[in-house]
């Protein structure tokens, strides 16, 4: 049961969602799996979150190492929890002028905003310290980057002012980045796509070991 | 050149790499903050992608339905809430209908801040525009890619309501706005999953849309491929997309502005690139040379 | 003083506390990060709620009772259970002993994701990809065009030998997968290069906040 239920349950709803392209009036079975694949993800998101909670409940409790910001997070929690699932309005809980609205425009966007900010600093400090032309590869995957940031920015322009007009900075750049990038996101994408297709054929005939295959 | 002096060299070179991070923190914090004071617009390049999103909007007859997703959240805004009010004084200009909806769930109040802006524009002030006749705002809904998928046989099974809970039906520009075959364009507005990449998927491959992008930097480059066979009209990459989009339309805003501190930040990166590379080279020769002396 | 105020002063507040990591790290930094865990824990919360939980699963179980109550027949909306029964499943990873029972909800997670994303990525990013690399190596009249499609065609192919690692990479296949190597060595220089360009603009819009809207500098 612990194994076989899995593998059988993968392999019927990955055919339907193969088959229902192939026969349309399978799309009312597709569709009702895809709304219980939606059902599933907020349960997973609320495993998620009650992990953590519980992880940070045990922390204050047993009094851990920097406990007090355990509480902070239980405290962040609620803060927009409570006002979200009963004083926004319902189903309209994110318009404009709600609590929750305004916590979500002033506590959690600014925070995150600056999380993703902080990675210029780092992205800066971590070229300074680790991005060397040691070899052929690292060289042209440095001077790729050079001509990419100063030829997307007018600087790369001035810079190159003396060539002729269609030779400068930002043409290379353009050229780079419809040409050989392009070549090589290519190929990426169709390694990918091959990757995925026979990921979700080995999955789907019960072959993924990971998965409880064989 | 003498040992003392070669010793002091030496040092040099190994200070400047032990440099501590916060110094070049100062720097990046000084390349970024104070070119925003100046306000300069220096002049923006327009690359053939970026062309290729305004020609596709601006090719559209009076009149042409486009649907925008606004598949993105505050903190992209940066990079694509420029995209998003230069697309609709375009498309208001030129008298084509909007149609609104998000994948994401802030996606539509990015929407109604970016009319908001554009709004104050007097030439689009003066067209008095209505809300159900000129533009619409269906909302988000729940469901990445399955969303784009049922849309493509019908709008209403998606969004059954607009945001502000008026049944479609009821609205006048939706009327005769069945599905996909009733739309002239979508132009989509990209931070990450679901995006453009799930609109090219399930929506221009499966129900063979126009399609035009706006993406985050980060996405931009990957989506080339898809300008190339044809499945993306055109992207516009970051907030250098944005500047390029604002230039199109001669209105230089918000984008054209931050792209002078995004051109000194990236020189001083650059810079930084230079030195570090420098300073390797220079002491990776003084050990060779060293270990010759030594063998 | 307006919330509206009040609360550019807090966005304020944190924005900086999540800066002065930058210095070192110290209390008013953990706070604010710990602040964002909860927050963002909670922001998830609400959203899966308002927009999975309620319209997917309990609107949908409210229409069949309806429809028994009223009209005294079965729907087929009942079916709606067996969807949340499975997320209840999930749940049960928190308890060791029954916690294999998730292995189910999984299952299904997998099997569907397998199945939309199989003939998307193979369509999409597959064949497609394929149709638009085969291009003419030689176009009359235009050195650029004829150029740009030979470095297409080339960089694409060389790219995949490349990822093909059942074969070693020696001889004329080792020498493709090295010029592959130099396309995506390409490629990941601009993808960096861009990367770069987007923190940059993420930078931006902060220190605009700050100096802008909090402090109204300019």
Known sequence: MRREVPLVLTAIVGLTMIISHFIPPLNMLKDLFEDWFFIIAAFAIYLGILNLIRINADKVYKKRSDWPFGVVVILGFLLITIPGLFFSGGRSFSDLGTPFYYLYDHVYYPLSATMFALLAFFVASASYRAFRARNVEATMLLVAAFILMLGRVPIGDMITAWLPEGYRMGNAADWIMDFPQTAGQRAIMIGIALGVVSSALRVILGLERAMGGE | MDQGHQEEEKSFWEKLLSIDRRIIFLFITVAVAVPLFFRLSLHIAVTPVAEGVYQAVQSLPAGSKVLVSFDYDPGSMPELQPMAEAFFRQAFRNDLKVIIMGLWPQGPLQANMALEEVFKDKDIAAKNLKYGVDYVNLGYTAGNEVVIDRMGHSFEESYPKDAYGTPIGEIPLMRGVRNYDNIDLIFNLSAGYPGTQEWVQYGVDVFHVKLAAGNTAVQAPSMYPYVQTGQLSGVLGGMKGGAEYETLLGIPGRAVRYMFSQAVSHAVICLFIIIGNLAYFSLRRRRKSQMEVQG | ?218
């Open chain 3, 1 to 218: 003083m307006s919330s509206e105020l009040i609360g550019v002063w807090i966005g304020a507040f944190l924005t900086l506390g999540i800066f002065s990591f930058l210095y070192k790290d110290n209390p008013f930094y953990k706070f604010s990060e710990a602040l964002f865990v909860g927050v963002s824990a909670g922001y998830w919360f609400v959203v899966t709620f308002w927009q999975y939980f309620l319209p997917k699963l309990i609107d949908n179980l409210v229409l069949a009772y309806t429809v028994l109550t009223s009209q005294g027949r079965v729907d087929y909306h009942w079916v709606y259970l067996l969807g949340g029964g499975l997320g209840v499943l999930m749940l049960l990873r928190l308890f060791p002993t029954v916690g294999w029972l998730s292995r189910w909800s999984l299952a299904f997670i997998v099997g569907t994701t397998a199945g939309l994303q199989f003939t998307r990525y193979l369509e999409s990013n597959g064949i497609k990809q394929v149709q638009g690399t085969i291009l003419p190596l030689i176009v009359g009249g235009s050195l650029n065009t004829t150029v740009g499609n030979i470095v297409i065609v080339v960089g694409t192919f060389c790219g995949l030998i490349y990822f093909f690692f059942s074969k070693e990479h020696k001889g004329a296949f080792g020498g493709a997968a090295r010029v592959g190597v130099w396309f995506l060595m390409i490629t990941f220089g601009a993808l960096f290069g861009y990367t770069v360009m987007s923190r940059m603009s993420l930078l931006i819009g902060r220190m605009d906040y700050l100096f802008q809207i909090w402090l109204g500098l300019y």
